[in-house]
């Protein structure tokens, strides 16, 4: 029953309830499947709840959907009309017509826009006391771009804590609002998605916006997206979805107070002239997937706790030195983290070059990649004198045992994961090293890949055969 009353015409709206008409089309209704019914009738638990806990179930709902709650019962009526989140997408309204007839379904599209336009403005107006916490828009090409600048004031002059706009099918045309924006003061989240133009004018001052997503939107170039990044006074969370027609070659990130990025460039082409930006001194955490830049500039990383990092454009890797050497170099800037994932690529880049940057942070190392250079990692494990936790999933190539124990191994190490283990003799023999020498190894895990059970249990047996620097160390194969 509920399921056909919230497909009632939504755009029946009058007042802030359901006009009279559908009241009363959806009361035979009711009462048809009132009459059917042998069983005993549902009790409603959900209207009994707060209403506090019912806002909360509303704000996961699309607007349209919330409001047609209204005629669900006394207590629902009016309760859409005290929301603060509101979620508009004109993608959940009648479409145009799929007949051969171009102006007919022109027509229809223009009903649509016209339908859409009007729901929004009358919610507004229904909810016009209410605070806004959030307003998420979804809206396609018939939705002008002065109709989402006044909806956006709108939010604005409510107070909105949080935006979410995603625009299609306007190609380069939509454009931020004006000043308004810009000098928001309640705002603390923006999530810009879709065609969305910043432009040379996009820049002002938010004075509070803490957190920010761009995600495949326009810029008119590069000094647009540095102006716009550097005019969030106070930003703390970043992450970015580049497009490869972003229209920007170095994307320049500057920001003091940021703790968070992630960033997200992928092209799938192996051919860039692209280059990334950084300057974020109070950076904490970072999250970056990267084929599209090739060359990397890095200027203050001082505070970075964690990094996962994976640059993979593979011809670039192969072919060309001057890419080598600027990943390597901001691998190298990532000495500071306490937590260091590095992806593919950026594990096979090292095997390049002989590390000697000291990663004097560094308690926990993740290797994830189809293969990982024994010589690269082992100069990394002596950079990295107090590293506890190693972590790869790789079969490893050029094994060689150590002229000198690492610093690491002998005194801080006490968990080793190795993956894709193939129960081979070199990699036996690794791990008899390992133990042999890791004095405070407490566990070492090892997953094979591709063994069947009978060498798989042969291969522990004379696992557990070796001796062992640290008697309280757990092994695990599977």
Same mark, same amino acid.
């Not at 002002?204 to 957190?211: A, D, E």
């Not at 460039?265 to 904490?284: E, G, W």
């Given at each position: 029953m509920?399921?056909?009353?919230?497909?009632?015409?939504?755009?029946?709206?009058?007042?802030?309830?359901?006009?009279?008409?559908?009241?009363?089309?959806?009361?035979?209704?009711?009462?048809?499947?009132?009459?059917?019914?042998?069983?005993?009738?549902?009790?409603?638990?959900?209207? *009994?709840?707060?209403?506090?806990?019912?806002?909360?179930?509303?704000?996961?709902?699309?607007?349209?959907?919330?409001?047609?709650?209204?005629?669900l019962s006394t207590k629902w009526r009016f309760?859409?009309?005290?929301?603060?989140?509101?979620?508009?997408?004109?993608?959940? &309204?009648? $479409?145009?017509?799929?007949?051969?007839?171009?102006?007919?379904?022109?027509?229809?599209?223009?009903?649509?826009?016209?339908?859409?336009?009007?729901?929004?403005?009358?919610?507004?107006?229904?909810?016009?006391?209410?605070?806004?916490?959030?307003?998420?828009?979804?809206?396609?090409?018939?939705?002008?771009?002065?109709h989402i600048n006044n909806w956006i004031r709108t939010a604005i002059g409510r107070g909105v804590e949080e935006l979410d706009l995603t625009t299609y099918g306007h190609g380069l045309d939509y454009r931020l609002p004006g000043s308004s924006l810009f000098i928001c003061k309640t705002l603390v989240a923006l999530n810009l998605s879709g065609d969305?133009?910043?432009?040379?004018?996009?820049?002002?001052?938010?004075?509070?916006?803490?957190?920010?997503?761009?995600?495949?939107?326009?810029?008119q170039s590069d000094d647009s997206v540095r102006k716009f990044i550097s005019s969030c006074l106070v930003l703390e969370q970043l992450t970015v979805v580049r497009d490869r027609e972003d229209n920007v070659v170095t994307f320049t990130i500057s920001a003091p107070t940021l703790k968070h990025l992630?960033?997200?460039?992928?092209?799938?082409?192996?051919?860039? *002239?692209? $280059?990334?930006?950084?300057?974020?001194?109070?950076?904490?955490?970072?999250?970056?997937?990267? *084929?599209?830049?090739?060359? &990397?500039?890095?200027?203050d990383l001082t505070s970075l706790v964690e990094a996962k990092v994976d640059v993979f454009n593979k011809k670039m890797l192969m072919y060309n030195e001057g890419y080598r050497d600027s990943v390597v170099g901001f691998l190298m800037s990532l000495h500071n983290a306490k937590i260091l994932c590095l992806r593919y690529h950026s594990v096979e880049v090292l095997s390049y070059y002989w590390i000697s940057?000291?990663?004097?942070?560094?308690?926990?190392?993740?290797?994830?990649?189809?293969?990982?250079?024994?010589? $690269?990692?082992?100069?990394?494990?002596?950079?990295?004198?107090?590293?506890?936790?190693?972590?790869?999933?790789?079969?490893?190539?050029?094994?060689?045992?150590?002229?000198?124990?690492?610093?690491?191994?002998?005194?801080?190490?006490?968990?080793?994961?190795?993956?894709? &283990?193939?129960?081979?003799?070199?990699?036996?023999t690794m791990v008899k090293y390992f133990l042999n020498n890791a004095k405070v190894l407490k566990s070492m895990e090892i997953l094979t890949y591709n063994v069947d059970e009978l060498k798989k249990e042969n291969t522990l047996q004379k696992i557990l055969r070796f001796q062992r620097a640290s008697q309280a160390c757990q092994i695990k194969l599977s």
């Open positions: 509920v399921k056909n009353i919230l497909r009632l015409p939504f755009w029946q709206i009058k007042s802030g309830f359901v006009s009279p008409s559908a009241a009363e089309n959806s009361e035979p209704k009711r009462q048809k499947l009132s009459n059917e019914s042998t069983t005993e009738p549902a009790i409603d638990m959900i209207s *009994d709840l707060p209403e506090l806990v019912l806002f909360h179930i509303l704000s996961f709902l699309p607007t349209n959907d919330a409001v047609a709650t209204s005629i309760l859409w009309t005290k929301m603060t989140i509101f979620n508009f997408d004109d993608g959940l &309204f009648p $479409a145009g017509g799929s007949g051969s007839s171009g102006r007919r379904n022109r027509r229809l599209d223009a009903g649509k826009r016209e339908i859409f336009v009007n729901f929004v403005d009358r919610v507004f107006l229904v909810t016009a006391a209410t605070f806004m916490k959030k307003l998420s828009l979804k809206c396609g090409k018939r939705c002008g771009q002065n969305v133009m910043i432009n040379e004018t996009s820049s002002g001052s938010f004075p509070n916006l803490k957190i920010l997503y761009l995600t495949s939107v326009k810029y992630t960033i997200d460039f992928r092209s799938c082409s192996d051919d860039s *002239d692209r $280059a990334l930006k950084i300057n974020a001194p109070a950076l904490q955490c970072l999250n970056l997937f990267d *084929d599209l830049s090739i060359n &990397f500039m890095v200027e940057t000291r990663f004097q942070n560094l308690i926990r190392l993740v290797l994830q990649s189809r293969y990982c250079d024994w010589i $690269a990692l082992e100069d990394l494990l002596q950079q990295a004198e107090n590293l506890e936790t190693f972590h790869v999933n790789a079969r490893f190539i050029h094994w060689r045992e150590p002229e000198q124990v690492p610093k690491c191994v002998s005194s801080t190490l006490t968990r080793i994961f190795l993956g894709s &283990f193939g129960c081979v003799k070199y990699e036996r």
